[in-house]
């Protein structure tokens, strides 16, 4: 349980951050909560030569209020700073749902959300709820920011749209249409407690149907995905029990389930079904 | 001589320092010139070693000296319970060495090793030792190694087995079976486990150049046993020449009971370089790898009995995965220490068992919480649900018909506990079941299941109710016993004790058994505050070092409460004897004339004529005036042998639900009635069974070691291994019934296994109870939420 040898940087600012990383192209990693990290680090299955703490970057702290009634959450937020924040819950109340059940109090005292999302799991919590938030990332390099929409940034299992000189600053989640109700419903694998399958609905109706579906599903293949079927199903129908039912039957479509020693790929597309299912009818349950 | 300490929840005494981190473990040790261990471990599960080339570890940085096993001078480490004790039950033995040297037969067995000046540089040169492979192809599945074809793992085991042994009648059982108006057979599964104590395992090795003595600190239940085992058995050094200490130990289960290789390399590595120490500490994934595992039996069960609901008969053949190569008392679990309880608390005339050890390319297996009973459980409680479902009769009445009457005990088991080595027989010897039956039952509301299932229904459950009505047998004594021809190893069973009351009147009870979590600390304070009528602040105990404390086997198999605690009581018994006759030389009276109560030592009659134990021992130990024929001192050491095992039993009650999109299982109530006897402290006995209970439930829902087909540990580490957690089990609701053991003279039996041995095949009990409308009569455990959903993917039978 002790790291191979690395080198340590701890940067004061973004731009020398990412001067570090272009300078080490392949062999630094970014070190933020260190939750998942340092634990392959200690196991020895991560190896990297260079550590670029970014602990030390005011500008990547804090809970922001957008104009538009959105949120921007930099990359040293804590799970607990969300959880702690009124302004989080208050406008997006499915962060606190998903965050509740993450890891432990300690995982939750120490992780980022930001960090998830870069490491991109595939079997955890943040990237199916800011890809049903629609939400943007952040990224900078030595060449610049660009802004990176959720739906194309989760390329595979621990594979991301960053570039290995870039580095994710903020989560922006924009303000959310009025009347949405929301919800995370997932089934844990009990050794880890990441998810087998996490699925997290934004839903909404006007007028006796549904207008807004948005559904993100972890766990179930080897990136996070948007239940576009889903979705596309629900979208004009009254959202009763066999409509939601209908729709979340196409909770696997068009990926391709993985399977372990923990669930099997049938298992894990039924468990899909399921908790689509349920994350709708909560969803729904909340709206106004 | 009780006062009301015995018997009192006491709070630990030691749990100030554990729970304010203040406790001493043994990577808490700390020493000038320390140096650092690591051992390279094989990643094949069956491979020759061509070569090993270490000159790139000698040449890391740091690295002080490299190790492989033709550098180990020692005897392979022992194994010192083969199945059928001395009887000549044929075994055919592997033992591991302190590294291997032609083969490896696990993933995970040490290889090579290397000290170094700090653990970083131990890790980094131990990745660079080069080993030449020859991969073989490796058997990981029970019964499967035992069929032809199978990877061959040791020369002298064919099909890979290490015994075959039985107990029991065969042919009355035969006869029994074939006679039966029913037989109901099942295969069934005890899977394998990870034990997983909080404190993994570590040793500091220290040589002594003056003297060519060693002390080795491990992490370990059993010091004294370990040093008789590393001097006579593995390194050939003289005993006396070697001292070992146990720490605090931070939880244990029985794998902290054998003899590992790491405690014979930091010995010899010490030596080799000079008398530095050097300290190992395993990772929690070496924890895994290369410290024992548990259970892991296949068995064949078939009862048989009448269709008014009384059982005549059980035959039963289980195969047992002892691992690569045997573990220091592997063959005697899943033989003495199984078969032997195998019918539990019920009378059945005929019981027959064939167990079959075997080898596979897996971690050795040891005793884990329970060790052979928690397997025995299973199965006859797995047995008895699957006979009441056969004949359509209430699961409590089949197993209230069955019992074993009050009045029947002393009981001869049919599977035989065995005879003595004087020839007498072992009987279990007391007991009251149906009590405890009633009130769980009572408390659990079983008259209103049918209720509760309607009503989890409406909630998209399934509930089902699972019963275990265990015994237990504690001890793992007498010796007459666990000596004898046909059980147990070469060694005795007996507990030490000695009790020095100092000049000051302060009192030093020392142990030879070895706590790792228990809380003997305070048991034992309070046995001899409420034996000599002290405080507790006056009295510490004292253990775990061979350096001052009488030879002891240790602390396993819930025999201290019993056995050691009868140990002190004895030595306290001497110890007031001869204050007794001390106060009387002070007192100018007749031996005869002075009564003990509590401290005070008086003429009686004549209350005011009295010397407490304090002024006793102060004049006493001083000796300025002694009478004719006492010695100085008040120091007196007792060692006790008890007569026989002691009996707890009990009923517990499993509720759960199963989610019927998910099929994943909730524990959502839990009732356990224990007879345990009397209790020393009854906070430590909830706690034990609290811990216990919470353990075997873990077996039945989550808790699984997979291999891969080519013997890699997929469940490798406690991301993939699921432990159970706090926040899933429900309140336990405890209750008890007492029938105090008439063995010792506090009449307790032991606590420490009995929630392990009776939990699982409750949850087990239940979680099929609740598949029952899906027609699910058995399914193996762990119970997870993919599993059970399939189960349910069958048509729901409807009635």
Request: overall charge negative.
């Amino acid at each position: 349980m002790i790291p191979a040898a690395f080198e340590y940087d701890r940067p004061t600012t973004v731009a020398e951050a990412v001067d570090i990383l272009a300078r080490n192209p392949g062999t630094a990693k970014v070190l933020a909560g260190g939750q998942s990290l340092l634990g392959l680090m200690r196991l020895r299955l991560a190896r990297p030569e260079r550590l670029v703490d970014i602990g030390g970057l005011a500008e990547l702290r804090g809970i922001r209020a957008l104009p538009d009634g959105g949120l921007a959450i930099g990359a040293l937020v804590t799970y607990r700073e969300v959880l702690d924040s009124a302004l989080a819950t208050s406008r997006v109340p499915l962060l606190a749902m998903a965050i509740a059940d993450i890891g432990d109090v300690q995982v939750r005292n120490r992780g980022t959300v930001a960090g998830s999302i870069a490491h991109a799991d595939p079997a955890s919590d943040m990237p199916a709820v800011v890809l049903a938030l629609e939400a943007s990332l952040v990224v900078r390099s030595g060449s610049g920011e660009r802004v990176v929409n959720a739906t194309s940034f989760f390329e595979g299992a621990f594979v991301t749209d960053l570039a290995e000189d870039e580095l994710l600053t903020e989560i922006r989640i924009p303000a959310q249409p009025t009347g949405v109700g929301m919800a995370y419903r997932h089934l844990e694998q009990p050794a880890s407690g990441y998810s087998i399958v996490g699925a997290a609905a934004v839903v909404g109706r006007t007028g006796g149907s549904i207008t807004t579906a948005r559904i993100g599903v972890t766990g179930v293949a080897d990136a996070a995905y948007r239940a576009s079927a889903v979705e596309a199903a629900l979208i004009g129908t009254d959202g009763g029990a066999a409509a939601i039912a209908a729709a979340a039957a196409h909770a696997a479509e068009g990926v391709a389930v993985g399977s372990d020693i923990h669930a099997d790929a049938i298992y894990r597309a039924e468990m899909a079904r399921v908790h689509v299912r349920r994350a709708i009818e909560a969803a729904l349950g909340a709206a106004g | 001589m009780t006062t009301d300490v015995l018997g009192s929840p006491v709070k630990r005494v030691e749990d100030p320092r554990f729970i304010t981190g203040k406790g001493r473990y043994l990577d808490d040790i700390q020493m000038t010139g320390m140096t650092y261990m690591a051992i390279l471990r094989s990643p094949y599960a069956n491979a020759n070693i061509r070569s090993i080339d270490t000159s790139a570890a000698k040449a890391m940085p740091g690295v002080i000296l490299v190790l492989t096993g033709a550098d180990v001078p020692y005897n392979p480490l022992p194994m010192a319970w083969p199945a059928g004790g001395s009887s000549g039950v044929q075994n055919n033995i592997n033992m591991p060495r302190a590294l291997a040297t032609d083969d490896v037969k696990w993933t995970g067995e040490g290889v090579a090793a290397v000290i170094a000046e700090t653990p970083e540089q131990a890790a980094d040169a131990v990745e660079v030792v080069h080993v030449d492979w020859e991969p073989l192809p490796a058997v990981v599945d029970t019964e499967g190694a035992t069929q032809p074809g199978a990877p061959q793992l040791h020369e002298n085991a064919p099909n890979n087995v290490v015994f075959v042994w039985t107990v029991g009648d065969k042919a009355g059982t035969d006869a029994a079976v074939d006679a039966a108006e029913v037989v109901v057979r099942q295969r069934i599964v005890n899977q394998r486990l990870i034990p997983n104590p909080m404190e993994v395992r570590g040793d500091i090795g220290l040589y002594n150049p003056g003297t060519d003595e060693y002390t080795v600190w491990m992490s370990s239940q059993t010091p004294h046993i370990q040093r008789l085992l590393l001097t006579a058995f593995v390194t050939g050094i003289p005993e006396h020449k070697v001292r070992c200490i146990s720490p605090d130990v931070g939880g244990a289960f029985g794998t902290k009971i054998f003899c590992y290789a790491d405690m014979a390399l930091v010995m010899l590595a010490s030596k080799l370089i000079g008398g530095r120490p050097v300290k190992w500490v395993e990772t929690r994934r070496e924890n895994y790898q290369s410290t024992t595992h548990g259970r892991d039996h296949v068995t064949y069960l078939e009862i048989a009995g009448k269709r008014d609901g009384e059982v005549t008969g059980l035959r039963v053949k289980t195969y047992a995965n002892l691992g690569g190569r045997l573990s220091t008392i592997g063959p005697g679990v899943p033989t003495t220490l199984y078969a032997r309880v195998l019918a539990g608390c019920y009378k059945i005339p005929n019981v027959y068992c064939e167990v079959t050890g075997v080898y596979t390319n897996t971690t050795f297996v040891d005793a884990y919480r329970g060790a052979g009973r928690p397997e025995a459980t299973y199965v006859i409680e797995r047995a008895m649900d699957l006979f009441a479902a056969e004949i359509g009769m209430d699961r409590a009445a089949v197993r209230r018909k069955n019992f074993i009457a009050p009045d029947a005990f002393p009981y001869d088991n049919p599977s035989g506990l065995g005879t003595a080595v004087n020839g007498e027989k072992i009987y279990i010897d007391s007991g009251n079941y149906e009590p405890a039956l009633n009130k769980a039952l009572m408390t659990v509301g079983y008259d209103d299941l049918d209720k509760a299932k309607a009503e989890a229904r409406t909630r998209g459950k399934h509930l089902g109710l699972g019963l275990s009505t265990y015994i237990e047998v504690c001890g793992v004594a007498p010796s007459k016993w666990i000596g004898a021809v046909g059980e147990g190893w070469g060694a005795a069973m007996w507990e030490s004790a000695n009790l020095k009351v100092h000049l000051t009147g302060k009192v030093i009870l020392t142990m030879g058994t070895q706590p790792q979590g228990q809380g003997h600390e305070t048991t034992y304070s309070q046995i001899i505050a409420s034996e000599l009528g002290l405080a507790m602040d006056d009295i510490i105990v004292q253990h775990s070092d061979t350096l001052g404390t009488p030879f002891g086997y240790g602390s396993y198999g819930s025999r201290t409460s019993s056995v050691g605690s009868t140990a002190a009581i004895k030595a306290a018994g001497k110890v007031r004897e001869k204050a007794r006759r001390y106060a009387a030389h002070m007192l100018e009276a007749s031996v005869d004339d002075i009564e003990v109560v509590g401290a005070e030592y008086r003429v009686k009659g004549s209350p005011e004529k009295k010397k407490t134990l304090q002024e006793i021992a102060f004049a006493l130990d001083l000796g300025f005036s002694l009478p004719e024929g006492m010695e100085p001192y008040l120091d007196e050491t007792a060692y006790h042998d008890t007569p026989n095992c002691t009996w707890p039993f009990g009923t517990h009650i499993a509720v759960v639900e199963v989610d019927e999109d998910t099929g994943k299982v909730d524990l959502v109530r839990y009732v356990a009635v224990d007879d345990v006897g009397n209790k020393i402290n009854p906070m430590i006995v909830d706690g034990q069974l609290h811990g216990g209970i919470a353990q075997g439930v873990g077996q039945a829902l989550w808790e699984e070691a997979i291999y891969g087909d080519d013997g890699q540990l997929l469940s490798g580490s406690m991301l993939d291994y699921a432990l159970p957690r706090a926040s899933w089990m429900p309140n336990l609701e405890l209750d008890e019934t007492v029938t105090p053991s008439p063995v010792n003279p506090i009449g307790v039996k032991g606590v420490g296994e009995a929630g392990t041995i009776a939990s699982t095949a409750a949850v087990a009990n239940a979680v099929i109870d609740a598949l029952k409308p899906f027609g699910v009569r058995h399914l193996d455990m762990p119970f997870t939420a993919p599993k059970v959903w399939r189960a349910m993917q069958s048509q729901e039978v409807r009635s």
